[in-house]
T-cell receptor, first 115, second 112 residues
Framework: EAGVTQSPTHLIKTRGQQATLRCSPISGHTSVYWYQQALGLGLQFLLWYDEGEERNRGNFPPRFSGRQFPNYSSELNVNALELEDSALYLC??????????????FGEGSRLTVL | GENVEQHPSTLSVQEGDSAVIKCTYSDSASNYFPWYKQELGKGPQLIIDIRSNVGEKKDQRIAVTLNKTAKHFSLHITETQPEDSAVYFCAARDSGTYKYIFGTGTRLKVLA
């Protein structure tokens, strides 16, 4: 069974541009979480989508946005890129709202570099 | 606000020794506590978890303990091996919002 897949693996942008990152959850999972991991730091919660709706949002500016599609895949969009947006962006999926099992499974991440 | 504190930030042990990483959470509504291992250049991998109705769980060389009264939970790795070297994250999930709060990570180095 395929795990959480993310694309692209690496992305290089310049300041002011927009970046779009994609995530496909594990089959059967309806929740998708996005986290930002700056170099050497922990995981900062960005967004949580479940059944196509945004359920929770972390302490990030509005230029970080996303959506979840009917097939439960998700996009993270970052507008007006700033240098400090350079980070590994991790997507994770689980059964609805964490479900009875609650396990959260991560993809390998998309590394965004802003020059 | 919700917070998970994790200690130590770095830990070096000799191969074969044990390693212990400790976390403290603030949200009393948390009911699920996973541990993740992140190797260089990879995403975090779930290695063990514990729910609030259990005090201890073991899986081969790794174990997790939970003290709900003190809001503490710990990861124990016995007979450490070089391949255990990685960054380990603890997390707490709120039972109502399903929001996961992660600790700041522990870089474990197992010296051969």
């Amino acid at each position: 069974e395929a795990g959480v897949t993310q694309s692209p693996t690496h992305l290089i942008k310049t300041r002011g541009q927009q970046a779009t990152l994609r995530c496909s959850p594990i089959s059967g999972h309806t929740s998708v979480y996005w986290y930002q991991q700056a170099l050497g730091l922990g995981l900062q919660f960005l967004l949580w989508y479940d059944e196509g709706e945004e359920r929770n949002r972390g302490n990030f500016p509005p230029r970080f946005s996303g959506r979840q599609f009917p097939n439960y895949s998700s996009e993270l969009n970052v507008n007006a890129l700033e240098l400090e947006d350079s980070a590994l962006y991790l997507c994770a999926s689980s059964f609805q709202g964490g479900g009875a099992d609650g396990e959260l499974f991560f993809g390998e991440g998309s590394r965004l570099t802003v020059l | 606000g919700e917070n998970v504190e994790q200690h130590p930030s770095t830990l070096s042990v000799q191969e074969g020794d044990s390693a212990v990483i400790k976390c403290t959470y603030s949200d009393s509504a948390s009911n699920y506590f996973p541990w993740y291992k992140q190797e260089l250049g990879k995403g975090p991998q779930l290695i063990i978890d514990i729910r609030s109705n259990v005090g201890e769980k073991k899986d081969q060389r790794i174990a997790v303990t939970l003290n709900k009264t003190a809001k503490h939970f710990s990861l124990h790795i016995t007979e450490t091996q070089p391949e255990d070297s990685a960054v380990y994250f603890c997390a707490a999930r709120d039972s109502g919002t399903y929001k996961y709060i992660f600790g700041t990570g522990t870089r474990l180095k197992v010296l051969a």
